[in-house]
Nanobody
Framework: QLQASGGGLVQTGGSLRLSCAASGRTRDNYDFGWFRQAPGKEREFVAAIRWISGFARHAESVRGRFIISREKVKNTMYLQMNSLKPEDTAVYYC??????????????????WGQGTQVTVSS
């Protein structure tokens, strides 16, 4: 199971840190990702990380502003979001990919999802 938290309302240029706590079976070889979905839009890849190595990928739209990380001891993944923009407003979801392939940016590859947390950036 995945439990996302940390969303909220922030002004343009502000920061938030999202957390995703993982529980259940072993996950060292899995990948974990953050996706977001704004009203009326498709679910969009934000960032993903390979649990065992920490190797990460970030979407071009957030590169340099967002950083994905994980803390293995706490079984928790984070998304540090800086320099937030109104277009970052969305529900943010964490997800787990057990396919053992390359880090995927496609939401269909991820089979386990958290419940989502709302991020709203005011202009």
């Amino acid at each position: 199971q995945l439990q996302a938290s940390g969303g909220g309302l922030v002004q343009t240029g502000g920061s938030l840190r999202l957390s995703c706590a993982a529980s259940g079976r072993t996950r060292d070889n899995y990948d974990f990702g953050w996706f977001r979905q704004a009203p009326g839009k498709e679910r969009e890849f934000v960032a993903a990380i390979r649990w065992i190595s920490g190797f990460a990928r970030h979407a071009e739209s957030v590169r340099g502003r967002f950083i994905i990380s994980r803390e293995k001891v706490k079984n928790t993944m984070y998304l540090q979001m800086n320099s937030l923009k109104p277009e970052d407003t969305a529900v943010y979801y964490c997800a787990m990919d057990e396919s053992l392939g390359p880090i995927s940016t496609t939401h269909r590859t991820y089979k386990t999802w958290g419940q989502g947390t709302q991020v709203t950036v005011s202009s």
